[in-house]
């Protein structure tokens, strides 16, 4: 084991051990120090304050995207996040609430946009739901396959595109919008593969591959937030960041948000499997690998930065020691590496 990993094992809160322990470890959840450990999570002010919000049919929160507590796609992250196991039946319940015919109750509302988002395959709320079944471990059923082949269909059908603008226009206002009918992948699209295994065969890989970095280089250069255009206003839909070989540690300092939406992304699609097969994804994690290596993802952080880490991704119970960022930092980068295929032995 590393010294890096033996450090966070001796340091880091019941969060960290749990899940190096479970994921990469491999330990058996029923194990005596597991189970100790998962009820010690279940008993953070921040899980319990989530699953205080449960409702009677599974359901978490009041809306269903939106903000830990309120949202149930992002509680259900900050729960898996934190260690409670998908397995379990808190998270059981969540899966049924939203496999169940009907959305006759108050809180299980849809967003703004939801609908037309839906129609043109941008993320809408069956893609919202979706993403939250596959991270539960719930793929085999329609919902989640009728999104994963829409994810398939998009990164194939965006082969035939040579430009931005093939796939989408910009306005007199000088907004950029997606072409109707257009087929190019968003962040939904790749989440959703990530998180899910009957789609891998090798033709699929393959094509994936390939068509990520196609998109790559369609999009070198170009930070447009591109909007969805529905019937009667612009919607924004769940763009993916391409970008994210282009990241340098010292954009913190004018953006306080950069290191933290940068390895949001990183971590949503370390799992898909040919990460280091592309080679713009692949300069993006060697880069992360180096700052985890050299400690420079916690080290050349500003303040404003850290603090936004602390706020979107942090598990650890507190900040009180400097011991408790440094693990918290770092095991969310090391956990990145894992599932993106690096030999994390090496940190």
Known sequence: ???LLSYLLEHGGCSIRYR???EVMNIEITNDEMLKLQG???NKNKVKKILERQQADGWIGNELHGNPGTGLDSSVSVLLDNGVNREDFIMQRVAASL???GTDRPYRTTF????ALDLGGRGGNKAVKA????DLGEENNSLVQDEMETGLSYLKDSLAYK???DF???NKRGIRFYNTNAHFPGANHLNLLSATESWRTDENMDMVKGALEHCMNIMRGKSYNIMFKSNTHFVGPFNFKWNLDEFDISEIEEDSYALVWWLRSLQRISKIGIVRHVPGLKKAYDYLFELVQSEAVVNKQSEAGLKRFKDILSVENCWRKKEDIYCDVMFYGVMILFYAGYDIAEL
Do not use: P, T
């Not at 703004?112 to 609908?115: D, I, M, N, T, V």
């Open 1 to 3: 084991m590393s010294a």
């Open 20 to 22: 190096i322990m479970k």
């Open 40 to 42: 010690q999570i279940k």
């Open 99 to 101: 496999l169940a015919e």
């Open 112 to 115: 703004k946009g939801g609908e």
């Open 131 to 134: 993403g939250i079944l596959a």
């Open 163 to 165: 430009s931005i603008d």
């Open 168 to 170: 989408s226009s910009v």
